[in-house]
């Protein structure tokens, strides 16, 4: 599985949904259907390389201010939407997380922004697919995130995020 065919299948699943998620997640089904378990597997590693690089406080801090808070379970799922938004919104948070205030996310933000479904499409598939559980990629993770934690208290989020702040931070 090439970068460029994974981010091909997500833009393909974004654009076929209409902005609604569970169209999105069924969209993505369907054309991991049509794949070799192998290709699958293939798929979900490099899904993998993407959370995994994702994983990053500054990332953190913007899901985070988006959501009003973020678990370390929520953080998954936001990564996941992440990567369910296409490369080009992707590498751009990777770039600058502040650029997430470009986007609009409607007044629904806090529960747009985690999709824990997708992080299972291709778990799913394999097995829908071969009628036994998809084997562990056998990859290493990231223990702990990239970069800078930031503090919860005081302005430390407001001052590295003015313009997620902006939008939806704290009165």
Known sequence: MTNELFWDMIAKSKSASDGDMDAQAEELRRQLSHLSAEEIVD???????????????????????????????????????????????????IANPDSLAEINLGPDAEEDTFFEEFAYIACEAYENKTGSEMP???????????GDPWEEDGDDLQRRFPKLWAKYGEA
């Not at 953190?60 to 992440?82: E, H, K, M, N, V």
């Not at 562990?136 to 990239?146: F, L, M, T, V």
């Open 43 to 93: 798929f979900e590693r490099v899904f993998g390389e993407y959370a995994d690089r994702a994983y990053r406080w500054d990332l953190w801090g913007a899901a985070y201010i988006i959501g009003g808070g973020c678990s370390d379970d929520g953080f998954t799922d936001f990564r996941s939407w992440l990567i369910s938004m296409g490369r080009v919104v992707y590498e751009e948070a």
């Open 136 to 146: 562990d990629p056998q990859r290493s993770y990231s223990s702990d995130p990239a």
